[in-house]
Every structure is written in C-alpha cells, then in structure tokens.
C-alpha cells in the first residue's frame, strides 16, 4: 500500500554556516502554495523562472541553468517514497527545491527527512559543508536511506519467495513473482532522478566536486543502489527462466504420462472394441471360460507393452520422481531439522 506524506505549513530558515543558508519550506494546499511562491519571487527574483515551474510539475523534473552566464543552478521537483522501517507502509512525497552557490530551498520537504537533516551526524555534516550544493549533497544522501529500507524490504520478501519455490513450485507463485517485479519496477522508477541529478551536477560544476566529499559520498552511495538494482533484477529473470522451466518440465512429465497410460490400456481398449461387437459368432464367446482367456490376455497384453516401452526406455524416471525428491539432501536435512 502506498500512502500520501501529510504536510504542515511551515518556513524555516537554517543558518548551516557563514557560507550559505538553508530555506525549508512547507506550502500543503493551493492557498499556502501561493503565497510561499509569491514570498520566494519576492526575496528571491531570479527564482522567478523555477517558481514558475512549480505548479505545473506533476513529476520528477531537473534543469541546470546560468542565469548570470557562469554560476550554475540546479533546480527541480523530485518524487521519493519515505520508507524510515522495513514493515513501514511507503508515503510519497513530491518535493521542490533550488540551489545556488549561497542558498538551497527546499518546498514540501517532509517531516521525517527534516528530523534526519536535524539529527546530530547531519547536522554536523551541514555545518562542514562551504557551499549549498554540498548540503543539497548530505539531504539527498539521507533520501537515498528510503531506497535501502525499501531494497531490504523487497529482499525479504524475494528470499521467502525463492524458499517457497524451492520447496513446492505452486502455479500461484509466477503471480507473485511478477508482483516482486513491480515492486522492483516501482523503485528503480523512483531511483532515475538519482542518476539524472548526479549528471546534472557534473553538467553544472565540472572539475569542481570531482574530489568533493560530499558529491563522492552520494556518487559511491548511488552505485551501491544501482548494483542492488542490477543483482535483483537479474535473479528475477532467474526466477522466472526457473519458473517457465519446471512449467515446461511438469508439461513434458503430463504428456508423457498420458503418452504411457494411452499406450498400455490400448490392448484393453481393442480387446473391448472388437468383443462387443454385436455379431453372433465372436471367437470364445459361447465358451464358459472364454471371458477369463480374454481379460487374462487384456492383461498380458497391457503388461507387455509396458515392458516393451520401459525396456526401450521410453517411460525414464516418470516413476521415481516423488522418490527422488523426497531423498534429495535439502530435503534430508530439513527433515532431521523437523525431528530435532
């Protein structure tokens, strides 16, 4: 399930450093929107062209611009989920926010990233941070926290789901399969404007976070969630090639057992077709015996032609197969588990 984050009013304004300040805002409905823009363009007139955006965008958006020819702005609206525990319901929230060399705004930030960017570690972090690119650094970084949370979540579950395949392939597990792949599906969406910001900040900065803390810590962290990414989504296209293996197995093991019991029963089936034909003088019919001769020969018959095809070795291990499992070491072992 997946909730809305429920925002209060508020403007604040943190002093991190001499350097630069952090604009925390809050505008939850249309009326407080309005005057937070109207009060931003106004302290802030070359905010004018992102302000302008803010109402329109509905999704993730990322622009770098120069406004005066050479100091770069980034500015954008960016879709994350807050996830801050692993049984924790996901929340979205859409946050906006501008950076310069002086000043970093944030609009519609949520409650419990603003109590991480409060905390302690962070906000000593802040505080050693020269420029606000740096801080817009550190808050993505603590965003980033959800995505793991989220990952550990998805991990939990794919583990369970992979146990429950290994033990007894039911049909209903490619649905949840598929579900994980949403789920994966649904992450990975939220994690493009990771990679889209990193590039964007190369555009914007060039050589000048090359070897910046806070850019590197951000950069290693983002390519650990893009490994995390890569590895799931390759085990569960091994889920699935599993799945659709065992389906076309099982489908090759019907067919086959059709294939033999067709096979054996056909004797049974000409011997019934020919012997109740309605004619007066059918061989043995008039004979007190002659109903033991011919089951006794039915029988033969539907033994012989298995044999023939076993000796041929067309039936395989279609018999041994329940034998087989239940004596395989995975098996062995979580039956003596049972028994301690």
């Known amino acids: 399930m997946v909730d809305q984050i429920q925002l209060e009013a508020r403007r604040d304004q943190l002093f991190c450093s001499e350097e630069w300040q952090w604009w925390d805002w809050v505008a939850p409905d249309s009326g407080s929107m309005d005057s937070a823009l109207h009060d931003l363009e106004q302290a802030f007139p070359e905010m004018q062209y992102w302000l302008s955006k803010i109402p329109e965008a509905e999704s993730n958006y990322l622009s770098v611009r120069y406004f005066n020819g050479a100091d770069a702005v980034i500015f954008g609206s960016f879709l994350y989920a807050v996830k801050n525990e692993t049984n924790d319901r996901r929340r979205d929230n859409q946050m906006f926010f501008y950076v310069d060399k002086s000043n970093l705004v944030t609009l519609n930030l949520d409650d419990n990233t603003r109590g991480i960017m409060k905390s302690g570690e962070r ?112 085990e569960i296209d091994t889920l699935i090639s599993i799945d659709n293996a065992i389906s076309g197995v099982r489908g090759n093991e019907i067919m086959k057992t059709l294939t033999i019991v067709t096979s054996v029963f056909t004797p049974a089936t000409a011997a019934g077709a020919i012997w109740g034909m309605n004619f007066e003088n059918l061989p043995l019919i008039d004979k007190t015996w002659g109903v033991v001769l011919v089951i006794a020969l039915i029988i033969c018959s539907m033994v012989s032609m298995y044999i023939w095809m076993m000796m041929k070795g067309w039936t395989g291990d279609l018999l041994k197969v329940k034998s087989a499992q239940s004596s395989a070491p995975g098996n062995r072992d979580r039956g003596k588990e049972g028994k301690r």
């Open 123 to 234: 906000m000593h972090m802040l505080q050693q941070c020269t420029q606000a690119r740096e801080g817009m650094f550190v808050l993505f970084r603590a965003i980033l926290h959800y995505y793991h949370v989220g990952m550990d979540h998805f991990e939990m579950n794919l583990r369970d789901l992979e146990r429950r395949m290994e033990t007894r392939n039911a049909r209903t597990l490619m649905d949840q399969i598929l579900a994980a792949r949403f789920e994966l599906l649904y992450w990975s969406n939220l994690f493009i404007p990771y990679t889209e910001l990193m590039a964007a900040s190369r555009e914007a900065y060039l050589q000048e976070i090359t070897d910046n803390r806070f850019y590197q810590q951000l950069q290693y962290r983002v390519e650990r969630m893009e490994c995390l990414f890569q590895h799931y989504e390759k």
